[in-house]
């Protein structure tokens, strides 16, 4: 199967089951591995597709492999063209350097994901930009990214500074936890009520990659659910 063939049957897929309460949209992937060619036609098959449901690019991998400068040119396009930009980011000690995640934050990135083994000058950076944070309980704990459990997770850290917060799966297939588990794994082992988790939705919606209208209408949709909610416990 080609490329362009495997895109195109996932926007299918996505355009079949249409945009109700919850909306799909795809981001292409840079594997660490890849050439600098490589890398370039991922940017070039994501500005393809943009009008079909393609919303961005991601950095991804496996963290020990690659030189991530190799891929300057291809997010520098990616950006230009006002693609979204997501990357994977000091996941180990090993891709943790800085003057690694300093080149990565070169790219411009929107959101970052893991965000593990951060040395104090890059988080004060982060926490600068206001960037997106892509918080993965399950995938950290359960493949031993981090010590401890779910209650000694970054997230809380994380979350204290202001930063938006998004809770991911990374992914269900692999650690069997659908978000909406992610969400209550966060709540249970970080002492999160109610409106903690609310607060922590609503910033993460200023980060999605689907568009102005489509973050109106989560916005909507979780006020009208925490009123819901209010009403019930009347």
């Not at 249409?18 to 292409?28: D, E, F, P």
């Not at 990616?78 to 930009?85: D, E, F, Q």
């Not at 892509?134 to 202001?162: F, P, Q």
Request: aromatic content about 6%.
């Amino acid at each position: 199967m080609s490329q362009d063939t495997y895109i195109e049957t996932v926007l299918a897929s996505i355009n079949d089951f249409g945009r109700g309460s919850l909306s799909a949209y795809l981001i292409l992937s840079i594997d660490r591995r890849n050439t600098a060619s490589e890398a370039m036609h991922v940017v070039d098959l994501a500005l393809k597709y943009r009008s079909h449901g393609v919303v961005g690019v991601d950095l991804c991998g496996d963290p020990s492999k690659g030189e991530v400068s190799t891929f300057r040119e291809s997010f520098r396009k990616a950006k230009a063209n006002g693609l979204r930009i997501t990357l994977h980011f000091a996941e180990i000690p090993t891709s943790s350097m800085v003057d690694e995640l300093s080149t990565l934050l070169s790219f411009e990135p929107d959101r970052i994901g893991h965000v593990i083994h951060v040395p104090d000058v890059i988080r004060a950076e982060i926490i600068a930009r206001k960037l997106g944070l892509e918080m993965c309980l399950s995938c950290n704990v359960k493949a031993k990214l981090i010590e401890g459990d779910y209650s000694s997770h970054h997230l809380s850290y994380w979350r204290a500074t202001g930063s938006p917060v998004v809770l991911c799966t990374d992914d269900v297939g692999i650690f069997c936890s659908p978000l909406s588990n992610e969400y209550l794994l966060a709540a249970q082992h970080l002492n999160l009520g109610r409106k903690d988790i609310l607060e922590m939705c609503r910033k993460a919606i200023d980060v999605i990659f689907g568009g102005e209208e489509e973050k109106d209408r989560l916005r909507n949709a979780l006020s009208a659910f925490e009123h819901v909610v209010e009403q019930r416990d009347l």
